[in-house]
């Protein structure tokens, strides 16, 4: 059995195709042009504060131990986190299928070059920033495996050592005689292919300026998101509130798969769409 597959704008099962190929209207370009285009830097709410977060140096080590002490009495600084913190206060990020999420500061290792250790908030950047330099912060080094196809092997280094091995998802999908097809083939051949990942270059880099309101236990929160319904029912889950209690304000930004205009993208609130 076998399907054909329109490879041109006449072939595709419709009479007027609503948007391919078809001219569409650019309506943020008045508010890009004038000016009145609010990307997350230029919003500042009152007593806002700036947070710089401490990373991981090694790919794959157990966390001995974070010392924020210094940090914590630094000129300008309000507030400093640890992932014991994180473990106290949220729950590990939601993955499909579930058990392969961890929390948004290491609380026990880390898993990559880079992961978020502790986190400073203070009055300015530079506050911020310098206080990092005075958490320390001591690791004790793991084996790290690099290529996909030795992270298969049953004595590779486990990324999480409760799930027995680092095999995410795994899944056969078959359709028709396979093995047949490959049999009457006139010519089969294998071969094996890298690419790179996907890099999108915005017009300006991801921010996120986030607000909890102690009284109502609610959060909200600006951002370059791209998709603010799944993140914000992603935080509810997190922190353990309703979701109605979670609002994500999509900010305009460019460059991105999917640009989000300033008219479309205001005040979306998770579970109420």
Known sequence: MTSDIPNSLAGLPTSAPRWIG?????????????????FIDNINLPGMLHCAILRSPHPHARVRSVDTSHAE??????AVVTGD????????????????????????KVR???????????????????ALELIEATYDPLPVVVDPHD??????????????NNIMYQRLFTWGDVDGAFRDADVTFTESFRWHRLGANPLETFGVI????????????????????????????????????????????????????PRCSRGRRAGVL
């Open 210 to 261: 986030s607000e909890w309101d102690p009284i109502e236990n609610s959060l909200t929160c600006h951002g370059s998101f791209q998709a603010a319904s799944y993140m914000a029912r992603g935080r509810a889950a997190t922190l353990g509130i309703a979701s109605n209690k979670v609002r994500f304000i999509s900010q305009p930004h460019g460059g991105s798969a999917a640009p989000i205009s």
């Open 73 to 78: 009495r630094a000129p300008g600084v309000v």
């Open 151 to 164: 992270a298969l092997a049953s004595d590779a280094p486990l990324i999480f050592e409760e799930n027995g």
């Open 85 to 108: 913190d994180a473990r106290r206060w949220s729950r590990p990020y939601i993955t499909v299928p579930a058990g392969w999420g961890a929390y948004c500061l290491a609380a026990d």
């Open 112 to 130: 990559f070059v880079g992961e978020p250790v502790a986190a400073v908030a203070a009055t300015s950047r530079h506050a911020a920033e310098d």
């Open 22 to 38: 078809q001219p569409v209207e650019r309506i943020e370009n008045r508010g890009l042009v004038t000016g009145r285009t609010e």
